[in-house]
């Protein structure tokens, strides 16, 4: 990435986290984060989150983000690392160690041949 970019990006965050929370209607022929449990464990999430009170670090509840098939995903920028989460432990995991410590939680990474959608 171009250093002018990272410098931008790093001006208003060091790491913004997404969750997808979105529900599609009964019905749909494609499933959603939501019918997975998505905003239970983002909501139990951001909680941890605020609790850390990490420096330059958002967490925001998002739309669809286009990997519905290993869903509940989350990305975390400016690095575009993917995952793909069951429980809440998951979440704070990635939390503790990825925010935290700056390492990526390998098991819970998205997969680039599983179904996006
Ligand atoms: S519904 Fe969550 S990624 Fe599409």
Same mark, same amino acid.
């Given at each position: 990435?171009?250093?002018?970019?990272?410098?931008?990006?790093? #001006?208003?965050? !060091?790491?913004?986290?997404?969750? %997808?929370?979105? @529900?599609?209607?009964? /019905?749909?022929?494609?499933?959603?984060?939501?019918?997975?449990?998505?905003?239970?464990?983002?909501?139990?999430?951001?909680?941890?989150?605020?609790?850390?009170?990490? #420096?330059?670090? !958002?967490?925001?509840?998002?739309? %669809?983000?286009? @990997?519905?098939?290993? /869903?509940?995903?989350?990305?975390?920028?400016?690095?575009?690392?993917?995952?793909?989460?069951?429980?809440?432990?998951?979440?704070?995991?990635?939390?503790?160690?990825?925010?935290?410590?700056?390492?990526?939680?390998?098991?819970?990474?998205?997969?680039?041949?599983?179904?996006?959608?």
């Amino acid at each position: 990435m171009n250093s002018n970019v990272s410098n931008k990006l790093a #001006e208003h965050f !060091r790491a913004h986290l997404f969750m %997808c929370t979105n @529900r599609r209607p009964d /019905g749909h022929p494609t499933s959603s984060c939501a019918e997975r449990g998505a905003q239970d464990m983002a909501e139990a999430a951001r909680k941890i989150f605020k609790e850390m009170n990490l #420096e330059k670090t !958002r967490f925001n509840y998002a739309g %669809c983000l286009g @990997r519905c098939g290993q /869903g509940p995903v989350l990305v975390i920028y400016p690095e575009g690392v993917w995952y793909s989460v069951k429980t809440s432990a998951d979440i704070e995991e990635i939390l503790s160690l990825h925010l935290r410590e700056g390492k990526l939680v390998e098991r819970l990474l998205t997969s680039v041949e599983a179904p996006q959608v």
